[in-house]
């Protein structure tokens, strides 16, 4: 097999692997997955938090607040994508939101901004919120 052929092979692969994706998962959790621009840590976040799911993912959050501002969001994820894009989109809906309606987002809000997840997947939203919850509390 030359260059060529291995370089069609993957790109077969991959575009199998593409459309399962599209078939199981909503465009939005896939872009949020395949971009997670808020993955990372903060340099002396001011709340932070860490839980390990039931299914084995640890979720960790770390916040900069400012006038109960959060003016930063990073999250941190050992966990498959639909862990990644819940932490994504979650971070991407508190920045520069007040802590009072950060403690409003539910797993519901979260999986509605993702257009939802497969039923064995919604655990994901769950952790991501009660990382943000226990980050917030800490805060306090």
């Keep these: 097999m030359d260059e060529d ?15 399962y994706e599209e078939e199981i998962y909503s465009k ?21 938090a860490e839980i390990k799911g039931p299914c084995g993912d640890t979720m960790k ?11 930063d969001a990073r999250f941190w ?13 979650l971070t991407k809906l ?5 802590i009072e309606d950060a403690n409003k987002i ?6 509605e901004a993702l257009d939802d997840l497969p039923e064995n997947h919604r655990h994901c939203a769950t952790l991501s919120v009660n990382t943000l919850r226990k980050a917030l509390k800490n805060f306090k």
Excluded: H, R, W
């Design 106 to 111: 539910t797993d519901f809000k979260l999986l």
């Design 28 to 48: 939005k959790v896939i872009y949020e997955y395949n971009n997670p621009n808020n993955f990372g840590t903060i340099k002396n976040p001011d709340a932070k």
């Design 77 to 89: 994820t050992d966990g498959c994508g639909p862990t990644i894009a819940c932490g994504n989109m």
């Design 61 to 71: 959050i770390e916040l900069k607040i400012k006038n109960d501002v959060i003016k």
């Design 5 to 19: 052929d291995f370089s069609n092979f993957i790109k077969k692969i991959q575009d199998k692997i593409n459309k």
């Design 94 to 98: 508190i920045k520069n939101n007040s």
